[in-house]
């Protein structure tokens, strides 16, 4: 019988620098993973079963390269671009990455449907079937403010189902410490005390201590060396960073400051406000083609992006359509009055009047289709064959653009 | 209340995770450096890491030494290099496996370190947390003081809100205080070690034994901890030199561009 059992493993020390970079962020931070993968057969014998057989599969996760921004090494559509993956790993080897994180506040700890297709992508593009994803969701749990908590979950795939795998965080109490003793077991061999004494000198120096206890002190000691020195090379590419990021910033305020002043001068030197020009032929062919139209000759959308009927222009630029752009009116109903088409709808396809913008977000669609319907009437019918007079209710003696 | 708010570091925060993390055997601690400034917001720049003086595994206690060396270290070390009055402004734990929360014990204990000091704030970072059905692990941090109870003579916790404020190099106090992590582990195992070699009627059977536990001990240390704080510090190393490289270009096109406006 077999078993299996998969564990990912990190030090807090990852855990902690991965939350670092999201705290410096005011948005989602993303990045590759890079470690090992470790497998581990494990045979027992029980009185119920003479084979058994434990898979243990360990992935430990040793350092993370965070991208500079988000969406760098995948499209919008989640296709990987294998490039930009091997520019973020530098000097790193494709074969250490065993997977990518992303870090998005006050989100569910769930991997999203794009998510999962940058994964499958990225598997593709790595040739890692074991490719893990690791999200961290930081959220406040309190409306004071007061309390906060960090959410992380490993997922992996299989086929289309999506599976988290338990993470261990390494640390001190993992590891099983033994108890010193204090009392020792009370012997009065002569032989054993013989045998004792015999090879004691091996583990003792001359002033009694031990010379493991005294070799595994020097290790110690050369560490922490190492890690003075560590910090110090640290401490001074963290101020030169400092530094850089300050000198960088104050360039980009200045050529800010400086691409204003220049926008603000005009080509004859005289100080004018920057105003985007009218097209004023657009304007009038509008106009021509779709009198009455508010919605299309208005210049100006609200935020949701629908037009704003009240912003027409109403000035009258001095264009003659016919004129000026002939080959437009060319392709409309052939009896059109100067300057406006007729209605170009039969009773079937006609609309109410829009009489509010308010009503725009719900009619957009078919206004759109509408138009569309509208311009392709062409040719063999007029106005008066499609719409009888005044059938529309309409006061104004002149035929009016397809209703909308 | 005596303080609005708490604004920590996140090079503070990184120690305080760091320390939290690296056992889930006990609960560690340490203190808070900083200042309070006249909007009542406590503004915690760095922390110190402690020993604990109370070696059971479900309390922290600090010694009146140790609050005496920690305020030294603030008034010479973080006070030198920022140039303002810094001082203790509050005490951080560890709660391994258990909820965030503040037992009756830390709420006492915290009511006592407010007698001395009004602005005094607790954090308690709750880590090793899993659910088991999902497989998430959590991580939970919280920042409280202690009020009088309206019945009894008991106190209860008030919450206190923390923003962490992002800090995008680690200062250098912060990076010499993750630094001792190992040290003071380290001096703790000797110190044991030490007082149990010194034992005159310990048999050298027993002396053999207790130098392998001594060496194990260690070697956890090395591994667990040591090991992993190197590793972040190389790698912290190597992703700066790519970013001094980057922030250098990126200065050069900025300056060129400025001048040929």
Request: aromatic share 6%; proline share 3%; with cysteine.
């Amino acid at each position: 019988m077999e078993d299996s059992n998969s564990y990912i493993r990190v030090s807090g020390f990852v855990l902690g620098s991965l939350m670092f970079q999201h705290l410096n962020s005011d948005s989602d931070v993303e990045g590759l993973i890079l470690g090992e993968t470790k497998a581990e057969e494990r045979s027992n014998i029980t009185d119920s079963q003479i084979d058994n057989i434990q898979f243990e599969h360990t992935i430990n996760i040793q350092k993370h390269i965070s991208c500079r921004k988000l969406n760098s090494f995948y499209n919008r559509i989640g296709e990987v671009n294998q490039d930009e993956i091997r520019h973020i790993l530098s000097n790193y080897k494709e074969e250490n990455v065993i997977g990518w994180y992303k870090q998005r506040r006050n989100t569910d700890q769930q991997i999203t449907f794009r998510e999962q297709v940058v994964h499958e992508n990225l598997k593709r593009a790595l040739s890692n079937h074991e490719l893990i994803f690791l999200l961290l969701t930081p959220s406040e749990i309190t409306t004071s403010g007061s309390t906060h908590k960090l959410e992380y979950a490993v997922f992996r795939s299989h086929g289309s189902q999506y599976c988290s795998v338990p993470v261990l965080v390494s640390n001190l109490g993992l590891l099983e410490e033994q108890d010193y003793w204090r009392l020792s077991a009370s012997c009065s061999s002569v032989n054993y005390n013989h045998a004792v004494r015999k090879h004691r000198s091996k583990f003792f120096s001359s002033d009694g201590s031990l010379h493991e206890v005294d070799e595994i002190n020097d290790m110690n000691n050369s560490l922490q060396g190492e890690l003075k020195i560590a910090c110090k090379k640290v401490e001074e590419s963290e101020r030169l960073v400092e530094k850089l990021l300050a000198d960088v910033s104050d360039l980009r305020r200045m050529v800010n400051d400086r691409k204003q002043e220049l926008g603000e001068i005009s080509a004859d030197g005289a100080s004018t406000p920057a105003q985007p020009q009218e097209n004023v032929l657009l304007c009038e062919v509008i106009k021509t083609l779709f009198p009455g139209a508010s919605l299309l000759q208005t210049q100006a959308l609200n935020f949701q992006g629908f037009p704003l009927p009240e912003f027409c222009c109403s000035t009258d630029h001095g264009i003659d359509i016919a004129t000026t752009l002939p080959l437009i009116l060319s392709h409309t109903l052939p009896k059109a009055r100067k300057g406006r088409l007729g209605r170009g709808g039969g009773t079937s396809w006609r609309k109410r009047p829009l009489r509010e913008s308010s009503e725009v977000p719900k009619r957009r669609k078919g206004m759109l289709e509408e138009t569309e319907e509208s311009l392709s009437v062409s040719g063999s019918e007029t106005e008066e064959d499609l719409i009888p007079a005044n059938q529309n209710g309409n006061d104004l003696d002149v035929s009016n653009s397809p209703v909308f | 209340m005596a303080v609005s708010a708490v604004h920590l570091e996140s090079d503070a925060f990184l120690v305080c995770m760091n320390h939290a993390l690296s056992t889930e055997k006990e609960e560690v601690m340490g203190l808070c450096i900083g200042e309070v400034d006249t909007n009542r917001i406590v503004h915690i720049h760095s922390v110190i890491i402690l020993r604990g003086s109370d070696k059971r595994k479900d309390r922290v206690e600090i010694s009146p030494e140790q609050l005496s060396s920690a305020a030294t270290e603030a008034d010479y070390r973080l006070a030198d290099m920022t140039g303002r009055p810094m001082r203790v402004v509050g005490w951080y734990h560890s709660h391994p496996h258990i909820t965030v929360w503040p037992s009756h014990v830390d709420v006492r204990t915290q009511a006592m370190y407010q007698m001395m000091d009004q602005g005094f704030v607790g954090l308690i970072f709750s880590c090793f947390i899993e659910d088991k059905n999902t497989k998430t692990g959590r991580v939970l941090y919280t920042c409280f003081q202690s009020v009088q109870a309206q019945k009894g003579s008991e106190y209860e916790r008030i919450e206190i809100p923390i923003h962490v404020v992002p800090h995008e190099a680690i200062g250098k106090v912060c990076l010499e205080s993750a630094v001792e992590l190992p040290r003071i582990l380290c001096q703790e195992e000797q110190d044991t070690y030490r007082k149990i070699h010194s034992l005159t009627h310990l048999d050298p059977i027993t002396k053999i034994h207790n130098g392998s536990v001594f060496t194990k001990n260690l070697c956890s240390q090395m591994s667990a901890v040591s090991g992993s704080l190197l590793q972040w510090l190389e790698d912290c190393l190597e992703q700066n030199r790519k970013s001094i490289i980057e922030l250098q270009l990126e200065k050069e096109r900025l300056t060129q561009e400025l001048a040929t406006m």
